[in-house]
């Protein structure tokens, strides 16, 4: 059954927000997007101002409006950011781009896979291990943290050591029900510090993977994650916040240390916002599609 829900002058453009890599195997057909919603397979287009979904099994408006972020008011975001011409451009460019709220558990598992790998290889392994689960299905959803420990490891471990760590986290969150949760209350810097080196080290999970878990599943808007496009991005449109890092002890090599992530995150924290994690992906894009026509 085909429902509409009024988005009232709220942004929303998915073709952005489905498809600037903050989530995986979601894909455009027939002008809507389809994905795994919650266990239901969705669909998800805008017309007008209104958004058109279908789910089966049926979701309810909530659980669509809260994926989507749309209790969150993106036009106060925008009005809280910097009043500089660079940014004025990323927002109006990718207006619309909105910030998933993801199932942590698929979140996690998608970015443990991710690192060194690209966006097209992502889907492919992240498909492989889908269809392994849940082989008579045709486009099937990612397996919950028990169906992954009944399944076999790959035969050519072409995830290494990223297979174990997945394990081990299954095995945490059968464990601990409640562990997503808890590091959705914790604020910020202790979720991330608990996540990248504290007693509660996932692993896996890096510093700029840790970000991307906390930003697109776990409600933290102030997380900046920064990878080689997002530092590309810094670079070319805000020098100065790569000096302001120098002179704060950040030392730009070809593999950045813990110490000039932490310190280039936090100036990005500084001058953006407690949102900043909304312009992160407007910059992530600018720089990925070298866009140079936002200039």
Not at 19 to 44: E, H, M, P, T
Not at 134 to 139: F, H
Not at 250 to 268: C, D, F, N, P, W
Request: hydrophobic share 35%; proline share 5%; aromatic share 12%.
């Amino acid at each position: 059954m085909l429902h509409r829900l009024r988005l009232h002058g709220e942004p929303l453009d998915l073709n952005l927000t489905m498809d600037c890599g903050q989530i995986f195997r979601w894909n455009k057909q027939d002008d809507y997007w389809k994905g795994w919603l919650k266990g239901s397979s969705v669909a998800l287009k805008v017309e007008d101002d209104e958004l058109l979904y279908r789910s089966n099994p049926e979701l309810d408006e909530e659980a669509i409006s809260s994926f989507l972020t749309l209790d969150i008011d993106y036009q106060a975001i925008y009005r809280g950011f910097p009043d500089d011409e660079m940014t004025r451009k990323l927002i109006l460019k990718y207006r619309g781009l909105r910030i998933l709220r993801q199932d942590p558990w698929e979140c996690f598992v998608s970015y443990i896979i991710s690192a060194s790998m690209s966006i097209r290889t992502i889907n492919s392994v992240l498909d492989r291990i889908c269809r392994q689960a849940y082989p008579t299905i045709d486009t099937p959803p990612i397996p919950a943290p028990s169906e992954f420990l009944s399944m076999r490891p790959p035969r050519r471990h072409y995830l290494g050591k990223k297979w174990k760590y997945i394990e081990k986290l299954a095995k945490t969150v059968i464990r601990n029900r409640n562990l997503f949760d808890e590091y959705r209350t914790m604020g910020y810097h202790d979720a991330w510090n608990s996540l990248v080196k504290g007693n509660r080290h996932v692993f896996g999970v890096g510093p700029k993977v840790a970000d991307c878990v906390l930003l697109f599943s776990l409600d933290k808007f102030e997380a900046f994650p920064i990878d080689r496009w997002v530092l590309r991005g810094l670079k070319r449109y805000y020098p100065i916040l790569i000096r302001t890092a120098n002179e704060e002890g950040a030392r730009m090599t070809k593999t950045m240390s813990l110490r000039t992530y932490s310190i280039l995150s936090e100036v990005s924290r500084r001058y953006f916002g407690r949102y900043c994690g909304v312009l992160q992906e407007c910059l992530f894009l600018a720089s990925r599609l070298d866009d140079s026509g936002i200039l």
